[in-house]
């Protein structure tokens, strides 16, 4: 059973790309980007094993276009093919052709002028894994997803902007916001106090053999 929607952010480029005879331009970029470590979230961190797109890509879901996740904002949709998705070696690659509407001519111009560079997706996760890294850091590894929306964004969160950092403390940008597993932090919290124990150990046993040397 999936959780509930979540809402993430990637660190590459927005592009409008002009075509011949098109009254609107093709937007292209990734909503996505695998294994790429996320900021710091809510005490964890994220990355995006490569094909966790890929059932539901293969599945044809129906997924839409959006302006900030704003359902007033549609600028494409997969079911009739104005919104493209397919994984690459970077991650999820989106291509959009936003409607001729006034709306659509607004995102494209800010698009355009570099105002809004980055996007996001809005997904639901169906099987995960979570570790504890090298570097003792609790972390979410998704390895399949349901996706819903992709969504040009005027603020991205995975690029560790003010305004990123802020919204991570739990603004409804983000949706659903998953906790870390139970027995994981049990686990580590058993590791730390094993190894205070030892540590004690340690240093009784070096104040035993400075008292029989003595």
Request: hydrophobic share 40%.
């Amino acid at each position: 059973m999936p959780h509930g929607i979540e809402r993430r952010f990637a660190p590459t480029e927005l592009r409008a790309a002009r075509k011949d005879g098109a009254t609107m331009p093709t937007i292209e970029g990734h909503a996505a980007v695998f294994d790429s470590l996320s900021v710091e979230l809510w005490g964890f961190f994220e990355e995006i094993a490569p094909g966790a797109f890929a059932d539901s890509i293969e599945a044809g879901d129906d997924v839409r276009a959006l302006f900030n996740h704003d359902p007033n904002y549609v600028l494409g949709r997969s079911r009739n093919g104005t919104l493209r998705l397919a994984e690459d070696e970077v991650g999820l690659r989106v291509e959009f052709e936003p409607p001729d509407t006034q709306q659509a001519r607004d995102v494209v111009t800010l698009i355009e002028r570099g105002d809004v560079s980055q996007m996001s997706f809005a997904f639901a996760v169906l099987d995960e894994k979570w570790r504890i890294d090298d570097m003792e850091r609790y972390v979410r590894r998704i390895l399949r997803a349901k996706l819903y929306d992709v969504s040009p964004v005027t603020y991205p969160a995975y690029p560790a902007t003010d305004v990123g950092v802020r919204a991570a403390d739990g603004s409804p940008m983000f949706g659903d916001i998953p906790e870390i597993p139970a027995d994981l932090v049990q686990g580590r919290q058993a590791a730390a106090d094993g190894d205070q124990a030892q540590g004690r150990m340690d240093v009784l046993r070096l104040r035993l053999e400075v008292a029989e040397r003595a």
